[in-house]
């Protein structure tokens, strides 16, 4: 059975997520989870650091194991897809209907178009014929305005949902079982999200899909176009002005005005 390891403090949930399984051998069952309200060192995309004050979020890391094949590799972006999709599931019965709630491709967890969660996805080390991730998951739960870290966050108590303290205990649990459900769901279908219902269900909550955008690619080149698709393997699509499409892997992208 994997277990649900709570820890009242720690640098970052997904360090000692990779250290427990480095120690164990890869002898850790898919679905192990690490969380905190404390995170005191939390790392967010391309190296940039999360910052969470104390008590006020959730920091969550899921391992995530299975076969290692060239599919699954080649998946592995849908690892950070489908918790989107999982925190989307668990958020949006918490806050008041007229507030949206969507996914901002590749890994962020919009409400109202502000970010409420981000999400960052890391290939553990590598464990004979196992492919295995640490899924880390950062929720702004009980933050208020003059507490956000960055311009245009927000939090689910900002939101207006109403968070009891039994809810918040529960949060980690209900999203780690609407992950793993999707992962499940992936594996079942040999990786292929589109069998899984998991390309559909983004098509419906990813924001960015139909948006005129701006692509910040890693090597500092930036593009706009609109945002046509998100592929099987991932990526998003991109419609340019001269009618060529490009697919990205990595990217920050922002809304643009037509
Ligand atoms: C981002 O938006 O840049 C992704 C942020 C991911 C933060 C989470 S919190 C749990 C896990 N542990 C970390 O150190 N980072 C991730």
């Given at each position: 059975m994997p277990e649900f390891i709570q820890l009242?403090?720690?640098?970052s949930t997904h360090d000692e997520l990779r250290a427990r399984w480095r120690d164990a051998g890869g002898a850790l069952p898919s679905g192990t989870a690490i969380v905190t309200d404390t995170q005191t060192k939390g790392r967010g995309r391309h190296g940039r650091s999360w910052i969470a004050p104390a008590g006020k979020t959730i920091a969550l890391s899921v391992l995530v194991a299975a076969p290692d094949t060239d599919v699954a590799r080649e998946r592995f972006p849908w690892l950070t897809l489908a918790a989107g999709l999982a925190l989307r599931e668990v958020v949006r019965p918490l806050v008041p209907e007229d507030h949206s709630v969507t996914i901002k491709w590749p890994n962020d967890l919009l409400i109202d178009g502000r970010k409420s969660a981000g999400i960052l996805a890391e290939l553990l080390d590598p464990m004979p014929g196992k492919l295995a991730a640490s899924v880390g998951i950062g929720l702004n739960v009980l933050l208020a305005e003059d507490e956000?870290?960055?311009?245009h966050a927000t939090s689910l108590a900002l939101a207006g949902a109403e968070l009891s303290d039994a809810l918040i205990e529960e949060l980690p649990t209900l999203i780690t079982d609407a992950l793993m459900n999707r992962v499940d769901r992936l594996v079942n279908a040999a990786w292929f999200p589109k069998n899984a219902g998991l390309l559909a269900e983004l098509q419906e909550h990813c924001e960015t899909v139909s948006q005129q955008v701006r692509a910040s690619l890693p090597g500092g080149e930036v593009i706009t176009g609109e945002a046509i698709a998100v592929l099987e393997d991932g990526r998003l699509e991109l419609r340019l002005a001269d009618g060529s499409r490009r697919a990205l892997s990595a990217a920050d992208v922002e809304r643009v005005r037509p």
């Open positions: 009242p403090e720690t640098p956000l870290p960055v311009p």
